[in-house]
């Protein structure tokens, strides 16, 4: 009890890593070309406002410029890692002694390409707290919208670590706005982001799972997944969605008897950065004031993914609300 443990530290028996992947969604490198944009127009004496708005109808209308942002986006970060490699920092991989002996992939959505440097930095910091600790972990930046890229995140695992135990799908953004305002960009990112960066991780690890006849899904939904919330209607369709995905996946194992468990984490207010997000300016300042009230530190999830994760094989945790003690 007196021992203080890392954020992702999770006893058990089994082999393997603590992985901390990052999800670069298509939402962040819009994100980061509006910013970039602005700062153009800004020089050139044009109201940002127009331009930005110029831009997204232009991406939204043209897919192969679409193509082409993200090409530019993952050149300018191989700039950034030069830059960062340059000056001595390893940014790749990390390699260090393990704190618990299990497995766990926590894909982390990141809000733009131009923070990617900052992000290492972050989880250098991750890193070097379980090697404080006496463990062993890596990590690796993937995109949750892109299966392959996810499949080749489970791939790396196996490989290096001899085995995979946990997934934990975490990545997720939530740019929340009143349906009438009908912004179609922030809802497709959302479904791609928030559902189908899920359902790859699932598809990613189950073949694996079956295989071997264990293993060990967590995803986080929400309470938004549970209820209604005004503001949230996206939102909370693609949280509703990994919910039944991964109850449907539950039932199935256990009917398969694969012994394959999973575990959905359905979060209230919660200090992280999903409040980023938010475009639409009345929903961002009611939810800032709502979550400055309210809000748990991640810790409260970790601790709560650390019980899930420690229950003997038999027993599976399938579903979690967390809510702090002072919200209604």
Known sequence: MG??????????????LIAIATGLAAMARLKAAHQQLKEVATALSTPPEE????????????????????????????????????????????????????SVLAPLVLKGAGEETLL?????????EIKA??????????????????????????????????????????????????????????????????LNGIAAVLPVFKAQKHGHIIATSSVAGVKNYVGSGVYGAAKWG??????????????????????????????????DHIGFETTAANMKAFYKQHALSPEAIARVVNIAVDQPAEVDISEVMIYPTNQA
Request: negative net charge.
């Open 120 to 128: 290492w930095a972050k989880l250098q910091a991750v890193v070097d």
């Open 242 to 275: 990994v919910r039944n995905a991964m109850e449907v996946t539950r039932m199935e194992s256990a009917n398969e008897g694969t012994n394959i468990r999973c575990t959905t984490l359905c979060p209230a207010a919660i200090d992280t950065e999903l409040l």
């Open 133 to 198: 600790a006496g463990g062993k972990a890596s990590y690796r930046t993937v995109d949750v919208t892109d299966l392959q890229s996810v499949k080749d995140l489970v791939a790396a695992a196996q490989a290096e670590f001899g085995g995979l135990d946990v997934i934990y799908n975490n990545a997720g953004i939530m740019p929340n706005s009143p349906m009438s305002e009908v912004w179609v960009d922030e809802w497709n990112a959302m479904i791609e982001i928030d559902l189908k960066g899920v």
């Open 3 to 16: 021992q203080k443990r890392p954020l992702f530290y999770l006893p058990g028996g089994t082999k393997v």
């Open 51 to 102: 331009v930005v708005a110029a831009a997204s109808d232009l991406l939204a209308k043209n897919k192969a410029l679409k193509k082409q942002l993200k090409a530019a986006t993952k050149a300018l970060m191989a700039q950034q890692a030069a830059q960062v490699l340059a000056s001595g920092q390893q940014v790749n991989e990390v390699h260090i002694e393990s704190a618990g002996d299990i």
